[in-house]
């Protein structure tokens, strides 16, 4: 096994594991405190700009996590054939 700075590679990856998860946790308190507290009927543009952004980030993060969107392989092996998305 590899020995890094941080430790070993199974170290690291349960650090960087964690971290996610903090990340994940404060951002999901965030959005539920701010369903709770704002006035939706009073959302801006600018309002729309920021979660948008947000969305955007999350959605990348997601699809490259669950290999969807520009992430899903080209094609897959079905039954001893290539399909593909065009397929």
Do not use: C, I
Not at 3 to 31: I, S, W
Not at 65 to 74: A, D, K, T
């Amino acid at each position: 096994m590899t020995t890094f700075k941080q430790g070993t590679a199974p170290d690291r990856y349960v650090a960087l594991r964690d971290e996610a998860t903090t990340m994940l946790d404060r951002m999901l308190k965030h959005l539920q405190a701010d369903r709770q507290s704002r006035d939706d009927s009073k959302a801006a543009w600018g309002n729309v700009g920021t979660m948008k952004g947000y969305v955007v980030g999350l959605k990348d993060v997601h699809d490259a996590m669950f290999r969807e969107g520009q992430y899903e392989p080209l094609g897959k092996l079905v039954f001893g054939k290539v399909e593909t998305r065009w397929s």
